[in-house]
């Protein structure tokens, strides 16, 4: 063995049994700790480590489809939202949460993948071990570690919300690094594990749910990449127009999918509408996407926001006033910035459903669209 490989192997070690010891006993500073150690081997493994070239066919191709399914699984994971609704994020972003959260969790990803490409290089069966070790401990380091199981049932969570989860991505990243290199890996890793922190909303869905679809949706993208890595190999796609195939079948899933969303929407707990005017300014703003809960006869107090149709129209106001006369409930409204309350009144028939969340400037998109058509026409 020579020596650079000593080298290599014992680094490994050293920060395998580091990672392990990280996630299973530290608690709260898991992903900082796991950061530094995988940062420091990585320095050294590219300073002292000899590194072969990944032989890769279609390493664009690669990078690209790895993009495009990572921005599937949010399509689908945050419109999944409108069906089971939506919670705050247990870490919201601030500066504080970049520092100790994002930084070094795209530093796990980055580092863990460099580890991971050079042990793998090494064409050994010791070696790929390693590697999958490692990028399996990084993986359970974002997901804040194993402390703290003491019942059956955070067992359970565990196994199905966190590791099996973990093996199925290190799966798909052992076979990209292989024959791809480590930068399709890095984004998508890093697309997986950061996009979260950025988002102020996340879906609320079922724990059984959501263990199916971060397990299912790795093992997805390493099918797609076989088949597609395995027809090169054979020279099966050697025209132009089927070496796309594949990457224009990703593509127009996403768009089907999108659509598919969209079309059921209606049947959905939650709805979503953009604020066109500033008739609520200070609270919801021009541009900000409001996400509501269908009206089906929830309590409504004064102060809350409702959705309300009006002419035939939408309408985004807060409840200032409810009467009840001769058993129907009158519900008067107001926006913020408008100095009368509406004219009129509102009845259950007319709530379209109740406020929950924003989301500030996303929606902006939306209403440039509309201005163009209503020009166009």
Not at 206 to 215: G, N
């Amino acid at each position: 063995m020579t020596r650079d490989k000593k080298v290599l192997y014992t680094l490994a070690a050293a920060t395998t049994t580091g990672l392990l010891a990280t996630v299973l006993f530290n608690r709260g500073s898991c992903i900082p700790i796991a950061a530094v150690f995988l940062t420091v081997t990585a320095v050294a493994v590219c300073l002292l480590v000899k590194k072969r070239r990944a032989p890769s066919l279609n390493h664009k191709t690669v990078l690209l489809l790895a993009v495009v399914f990572g921005l599937l699984y949010f399509t689908v994971y945050y419109l999944s939202g409108l069906r089971f609704g939506f919670v705050k994020p247990t870490v919201p972003f601030n500066l504080q949460t970049l520092i100790r959260r994002i930084l070094p969790a795209a530093a796990i990803v980055v580092a863990s993948e460099l580890i991971r490409r050079v042990l793998l290089s090494q064409e050994r069966r010791v070696a790929a071990t390693l590697a999958f070790v490692i990028g399996l401990l990084s993986e359970l380091a974002l997901a804040g570690g194993l402390w703290g199981i003491t019942y059956f049932n955070a067992l359970m969570d565990m196994l199905g919300l966190t590791l099996f989860p973990a093996i199925s991505a290190g799966l798909l990243c052992q076979f990209i690094s292989a024959r791809h290199g480590a930068l399709p890996c890095v984004v998508y890793r890093l697309l997986i594990a950061l996009v979260p922190f950025f988002i102020p909303v996340t879906p609320n869905l079922p724990d059984a749910l959501k263990a199916f679809v971060t397990l299912l949706h790795p093992l997805l993208l390493l099918f797609f990449l076989r088949v597609l890595f395995e027809k090169r190999v054979r020279r099966a796609t050697a025209s132009p127009h089927a070496k796309r195939l594949g990457l224009v079948s990703v593509i127009a899933g996403l768009v089907l999918a999108t659509g598919l969303m969209a079309l059921v929407s209606c049947q959905f707990r939650y709805g979503t509408i953009v604020i066109a005017t500033g008739s609520m300014t200070g609270d919801l703003n021009v541009g900000d996407t409001i996400i509501y809960e269908r009206y089906k006869g929830q309590s409504i107090q004064e102060g809350d926001i409702v959705v309300f149709q009006r002419d035939r129209s939408l309408i985004v106001h807060r409840v200032v006033e409810i009467t009840h006369i001769n058993g129907q409930t009158r519900y008067f409204t107001k926006g913020d910035a408008n100095e009368n309350r509406d004219v009129g009144f509102i009845v259950s028939n007319d709530i379209v459903g109740i406020t929950d969340f924003k989301i500030s400037y996303i929606g902006y998109p939306s209403l440039w669209m509309h201005r163009i058509f209503e020009l166009g026409s």
